[in-house]
């Protein structure tokens, strides 16, 4: 296990990126949190004089003048359990897939092979988390000032919340609401990713010459950011607004989603928030991949020691 060239074992890459991903996820939720509640508002039904929630940094002062700071990491508790499932399996599998296809360690996958890998393991990943997710979302739209407009699962510890919601919606119909759209949109977004952090790690290090450190990292992870978003910012507002238990789009078909969607609030709403999504998924990406090689590393080193 000293080899830093060499394939941990898939315990090994579940636990360090399980563990970087909950690092990444508990600095950035505040954000993420701001990127729910202005896809959930409405564009249709009012201007931008009237709207609540005017920007990410807007949507974050207004929270915490009303709700607290608090409600800036409604959500945390799922959210962990949903990093931890997701990110651990679909980067773990996503390693120990690609060393079984391409049987040279030094050679690399082609473009549509890491694609295919990344699609497939996020795809199973984003399955066992879902419930998390759907969990995580519905805390996030929580207005914490209205109490006692709370729905009933609020009132509960995370684990009863998952009961819960099972016991009044159903296991599928609560916990996976919106999962067709979640599928598509997390298997995008996490492609994007691990893809676009590959190649642009490749090319800083094979064709630009630099040292494999964290300017690389750094650079490769707000790459892998960008192209994360831009690829899945249409699927990442439908996923938002079906997975909720009440509103317009809640629990139709993602082709429903989208042509009401269209119509009613025209082309641009597919990228609602994307500046606030990107500076979300930008730094989660960051942090994240800084975070999994920094543990990587001291994997290494422990194994040479």
């Known amino acids: ?80 359990h949903r990093q931890f499932l997701f990110t651990g399996i679909r980067i773990g599998l996503y390693d120990q897939i690609k060393a079984v296809i391409v049987k040279d360690s030094e050679k690399q996958p082609l473009i549509v092979q890491r694609i295919g890998i990344a699609v497939l393991t996020s795809a199973v ?47 599928v119909a609560g916990l996976y609401k919106g999962f067709s759209a979640n599928l598509v ?40 950011g960008f192209m994360a978003t831009a690829f899945g910012s249409p699927f990442d507002v439908i996923g938002t607004k079906v997975m909720q238990k009440r509103g317009p789009y809640a629990g139709l078909p993602i082709s429903t989603v989208a042509l009401q969607m269209m119509r009613n609030e025209g082309i641009f709403s597919f990228y609602k928030g994307f500046w606030p999504n990107f500076c979300r998924i930008g730094s989660f990406n960051i942090l994240m991949w800084l975070s999994y090689e920094q543990i990587k590393k001291s994997i290494y080193n422990i194994g040479t020691s």
Request: net charge positive; charged share 20%.
């Open 1 to 80: 296990m000293g080899d830093p060239t060499a394939l941990l074992p898939m315990h090994v890459t579940f636990g360090a990126s399980a563990t970087a991903a909950c690092i990444a996820e508990a600095c950035t939720l505040p954000l993420d949190t701001a990127k729910v509640r202005l896809q959930l508002q409405s564009l249709a039904k009012a201007n931008r004089a009237t709207l609540k929630y005017k920007g990410p940094f807007h949507t974050v002062k207004t929270m915490v003048m009303e709700e607290g700071v608090v409600s800036l990491f409604n959500g945390l508790a799922p959210g962990l």
């Open 125 to 171: 990943g984003i399955t066992v988390a879902n419930p998390a997710d759907v969990l995580k979302v519905r805390r996030q739209a929580l207005i914490s000032a209205n109490r006692k407009r709370l729905p009933k699962f609020s009132k509960f510890g995370t684990m009863k919340q998952y009961l819960e919601i099972s016991k009044e919606e159903g296991f």
């Open 185 to 224: 949109r997390n298997s995008i977004i996490s492609a994007s990713e691990i893809v676009s952090y590959g190649i642009a790690k490749d090319v800083f290090i094979g064709s630009m010459g630099f040292q494999d450190g964290m300017p690389v990292h750094l650079a490769s992870g707000c790459f892998a």
